[in-house]
């Protein structure tokens, strides 16, 4: 449990800067929630509802103070088939599923997983996601498309300048909230013909309220859901862990990757409970809350609460923001999101880095589904990380009289055992065989069953062929393995290995 000074930092330390941030981070949560209901074909309230309680219960579950967690594209699309050919009660109850799953990979202490992505995919994620935001911008920017005009750019234009102008003067409130607020007038005011929040999708009327999933209890049921939550559950954590580990870097701070994964469990289910879709880690919208000075749970607090209160008291009012505002503030967003140093990075980091990062990035615009694209990027660097290591390793013959010695410096495990057998003989097809061959392992070391086989094989190959052989050096470690996965001679008396103690 989190003692007072804990939650007094966490909830009152920063609380104007929070509140104010909150309120921007609501304003631009709607249209997405909006736009991703649209995308898994449901009622816009499915979006908006899952927004207001995933934000206000993460704000007390999560484990990364400051980052919005909301209803997001990358799970609405997962969920498509499943609304399509079942309908939207068994979407509420894979979201509950989608829960319980994360809260068990919370118990699994799958958030260690995340120990195994490096730098260069997080670049990556972090420019993928710059640009799908930016490109989810360019509907509203279509000249062809109905209301957007002149007077559209205008105001994209205007929005920009007053995000990035006014801190320079002020910062008493955040510039974004600002810029909704004059565009909004402008708006009302002059009846600028520019597409509104209304024209998103209908806003709910009246608060949600608790209901269970109408869906049998059965075998089957579970059968239809499982994979998805599955798949939703996946996806809702990697986004997540990799927001935290984004936000954790803007704001220097640290955070709790294991309670981030259980207070995700934890929002999904009360979002399905009143109605919602499932969610997780918005990094446009972490960008906005921490950039707009939000710092605490109070700021995620807020976002959910004045979501809530937009859409059950201000309803009319909010369906007039103009949308050029709120597309100002998502610009903003893949400006500041882009990781701008990769770019002359390219050519001082390694190119395996280079490569690493760029195929992210590709995987993830071409795909728009962020695990495919970090999926790739791990791969990748475990192909890369392995190649080096298996690299780093030699062998070097010594002759010394009737005796050969094999010194083996480097990693041997399965990807450099092939270069281990070959670098060791056979010693009779050699211009000077030795009658007795020693194998120096002692900076060298033994990994897997692979690299025992591999032992076996060359120890084996030198005896048929009449050597006697000896290996020495064996670290504690490569010792335990040899004794116990090993074939030829398992005491290790025969090629002169004392059991260890």
């Known amino acids: 449990m989190p003692n007072l000074d804990t939650v007094k930092r966490d909830w009152f330390s920063n609380v104007r800067a929070d509140i104010l941030a909150g309120i921007v981070v609501a304003l631009a949560l709607i249209p997405e929630a909006i736009g991703f209901s649209i995308i898994a074909g449901v009622d816009p309230r499915v979006g908006l509802y899952a927004s207001v309680a995933i934000a206000m219960v993460i704000a007390f579950t999560g484990g990364r103070p400051g980052m919005i967690s909301a209803a997001t594209a990358a799970v609405a699309v997962v969920v498509v088939p499943l609304v399509r050919d079942h309908g939207v009660e068994y979407l509420f109850?894979?979201?509950i599923l989608m829960g319980v799953f994360q809260g068990i990979a919370a118990l699994l202490r799958l958030d260690l997983l995340m120990q195994f992505v490096s730098r260069s995919v997080i670049t990556g994620f972090v420019n993928a996601l710059a640009i799908l935001i930016f490109m989810a911008q360019l509907p509203q920017l279509d000249p062809t498309a109905s209301g957007i005009g002149w007077m559209t750019y205008t105001m994209v234009i205007a929005g920009l300048a007053m995000i990035?102008?006014?801190?320079r003067f002020t910062t008493a409130l955040p510039s974004p909230l600002i810029a909704i607020i004059i565009l909004t007038a402008l708006t009302i005011w002059l009846d600028a013909p520019v597409n509104t929040v209304s024209d998103m999708g209908e806003l709910p009327e009246g608060l949600p309220y608790f209901m269970l999933p109408d869906v049998p209890l059965t075998w089957e049921t579970l059968a239809i859901i499982a994979p998805y939550s599955a798949t939703m559950a996946a996806v809702g954590l990697l986004e997540s862990l990799l927001t935290a580990q984004i936000v954790?870097?803007?704001?220097?701070?640290?955070?709790?990757?294991?309670?981030?994964s259980a207070g995700q469990g934890v929002a999904n289910i009360a979002a399905a409970l009143v109605g919602g879709m499932g969610g997780c880690a918005m990094i446009g919208q972490s960008v906005i809350n921490v950039t707009s000075g939000g710092r605490g749970r109070l700021s995620t607090f807020t976002a959910g609460l004045s979501l809530l209160i937009l859409?059950?008291?201000?309803?009319?009012?909010?369906?007039?923001?103009?949308?050029?505002?709120?597309?100002?503030?998502?610009?903003m967003v893949s400006i500041g999101t882009f990781s701008w140093n990769s770019i002359p990075?390219?050519?001082k980091h390694p190119w395996q880095s280079s490569v690493v990062m760029l195929t992210t990035v590709v995987v993830v615009v071409a795909t728009h589904n962020l695990a495919l694209g970090v999926l790739a990027g791990v791969v990748l660097s475990g192909v890369f990380f392995t190649h080096k290591v298996m690299t780093m390793f030699e062998v070097v013959r010594e002759r010394h009289g009737e005796t050969a010695i094999y010194r083996a410096k480097g990693q041997i495990f399965y990807a450099s055992v092939e270069r281990f057998e070959a670098a060791l003989g056979p010693e009779s097809i050699l211009p000077d065989p030795a009658d007795h061959v020693i194998i120096d392992v002692s900076k060298a070391h033994f990994w897997d069953i692979s690299a025992v086989g591999a032992l076996d094989?060359?120890?084996?190959r030198m005896r048929r062929n009449g050597r006697s052989v000896q290996v020495r050096g064996l670290n504690r470690a490569s010792s335990d393995l040899v004794d116990k996965f090993a074939l030829t001679d398992k005491t290790g008396v025969e090629i002169g290995l004392a059991p260890h103690p």
Do not use: C, F
């Open 457 to 460: 094989k060359v120890v084996e």
């Open 311 to 331: 859409l059950a008291v201000l309803g009319g009012l909010v369906g007039q923001v103009p949308m050029p505002a709120l597309v100002a503030i998502m610009i």
């Open 345 to 347: 990075n390219l050519s």
């Open 164 to 167: 990035y102008i006014i801190p």
């Open 93 to 95: 109850a894979a979201t």
């Open 248 to 260: 954790d870097d803007m704001t220097h701070t640290g955070s709790n990757k294991r309670r981030e």
